[in-house]
């Protein structure tokens, strides 16, 4: 039986899984997104640092943060350019 977390019972059925403090609903959708990235397998971790860092290259090189020969900067970039 699945108990709704916006009952009485629901609600206590989760404090007492420790995913949730008080009535917040906001640690127990961070404990579901811990959990859910728990169960990736490697192979998908890697992807996602592979993407990550594709898309650093792709915005870092035009916008030059990565200094290369192909795009200058008169200004200097700042300490949070960097994504």
Known sequence: MRIGR???AG???LRSSGM??????MVHAIG??????????ARRWWIA???ATATYVLIAIPTDLI???F???EVPPTGWSSP
């Open 49 to 51: 640092l592979a993407s």
């Open 71 to 73: 795009f200058a900067r």
């Open 32 to 41: 579901i997104v811990n959990a859910e990235l728990r169960r990736w397998p």
């Open 20 to 25: 949730v403090h008080g009535s917040s609903g």
């Open 11 to 13: 609600a206590e059925a």
């Open 67 to 69: 200094n290369t020969p």
């Open 6 to 8: 916006n009952t009485a």
